[in-house]
């Protein structure tokens, strides 16, 4: 059920995606054509690129943890035994959880720092920036604690067949 959940939020970040990439697309493209054919431009396009450009990276790494996508020495981890595997992991998902964690700390410490900072074109508050993290570290905390859970309880697979670097799988 988490699962399912967890799967329409990320295609809901999947569209968030596509919507900053289109925005940062016109922004940029649109002040390069202002710049070079009327001499002119749109002066919150640099920042709001920048900002849009911060939020995508974040988006996009809640949805490729989602996936497995994030790099991985699967190699390492597929020459060990079951057990070693389920170790390997439970070692992993730990530690990505404890970096999450001080993620998150680090993340709204900074935001509510600069709360009242302001943007020097936009005078949007700098803790937007900040938000990112802590909306990462919000997004991909339930997502690590279930393949925890999983692991825990012995329903992420474990690979036994020979893994090449040629073959993959």
């Not at 809640?62 to 790099?71: P, S, Y």
């Not at 992991?89 to 720092?113: C, D, E, P």
């Not at 997502?143 to 859970?149: A, G, S, T, V, Y």
């Amino acid at each position: 059920m988490v699962s399912k959940w967890i799967g329409y939020y990320c295609r809901a970040l999947s569209v968030l995606l596509v919507v900053l990439l289109a925005l940062m697309v016109v922004l940029v493209f649109g002040n390069v054509v202002l710049r070079y054919a009327f001499n002119s431009g749109i002066t919150v396009s640099e920042e709001l690129s920048r900002w849009f450009f911060v939020w995508l990276t974040f988006t996009g790494a809640v949805i490729a943890l989602h996936e497995r996508h994030h790099m991985g020495f699967e190699l390492l981890v597929f020459s060990l035994p079951p057990a070693g595997q389920r170790a390997i992991r439970i070692v992993g998902l730990a530690l990505m959880l404890w970096v999450t964690w001080l993620l998150f700390q680090g993340s709204l410490a900074q935001a509510k720092i600069n709360w009242d900072v302001t943007a020097p074109v936009t005078g949007f508050s700098m803790a937007w920036i900040y938000g990112a993290g802590v909306f990462f570290a919000l997004s991909t905390a339930p997502i690590l604690l279930l393949d925890l859970w999983d692991v825990l309880h012995g329903r992420l697979p474990v690979r036994t067949d020979d893994y090449s670097v040629h073959g993959g799988e």
